[in-house]
């Protein structure tokens, strides 16, 4: 699918993954809504991208863990007279620590952002697409989507929503013209993973970029594919290890990579 003059939806737009995807759809001459909760990041990537490509860039500054949320952002795209033909649910976050001992209102945050609103969001956004007869979904899910993450298990957990969601949604839709990717980063070098939390995990001791992630992931988008893992070694693990180990075996070394160095 050509992305001039196309508009896009991207969760999560204020930083990492979210905002390189943001400059690549402007780069495509696509326009932008983009959301999340720190107004001076978004506007600063608004006044980049209007310049730099002369693309219209909308912000929306909004909590996604807000009861409502996804119903606000269909609106307030509804009020600027947009038609969605694309949309990126990437807004997400990890939570790092044994579960029994965790801030149970952190988990439950962390489902809504990155299982409930991603899921809101598609039912409200992909019947117009389907009538439309065309349009993008593209989920930001995980490598650890493919195995229990011990020490971050709601947040893998979460992501095996995504993957799982998505690949079923994907076949759901063949043949309307609308496609739905889940794309699959392992680590990489992004506020996320530079929490306090994340930094010293044996994870993230090696990690590809942002802007790599978002140039693989969009282009799978554009492409219509269903699922995509960037990095070769990331693919050989999740396609490969993942599959042919025993579930034992990989959660007890997903245990391990989440532990402290
Ligand atoms: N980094 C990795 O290693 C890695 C690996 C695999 C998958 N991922 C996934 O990639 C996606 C993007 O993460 P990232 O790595 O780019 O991290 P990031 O730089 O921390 O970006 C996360 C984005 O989500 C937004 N967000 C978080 N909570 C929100 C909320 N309650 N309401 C609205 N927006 C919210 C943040 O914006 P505000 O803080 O401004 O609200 C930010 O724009 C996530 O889904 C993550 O799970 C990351």
Redesign the pocket.
Known sequence: MTMERKTAVV????????AELARIHAAHGGSLVM????RE?LEALKAELEKTYGIAAYVLV????EAGAAQQVHDHVRSLGLAVDVLVN?????YWGPFHEQDWSVNE?LIK??ILVLAALTRIFVPEMVARGHGRVLN?????GFVPGPLHAVYYAS?AFVVSFSEALANELAGTGVTVTALC????E????RTPQMRDVHLTRR?DS?RRVAVIGYEAMRRGKPLVVPGLLNKITTHGLLRLSPRRLTTRVARRLNEKR
Do not use: Y
Not at 35 to 38: H, L, P
Not at 190 to 193: Q, Y
């Open positions: 969760t999560g737009a204020s930083s990492g993954i979210g959301i999340a909760r720190r990041k909004q909590d996604l863990t990437n807004a997400g976050f990890g945050a952002v990155n930001v899910a995980s490598m650890a992501k980063p392992g680590p990489t992004t506020e996320f993973a990690m942002a």
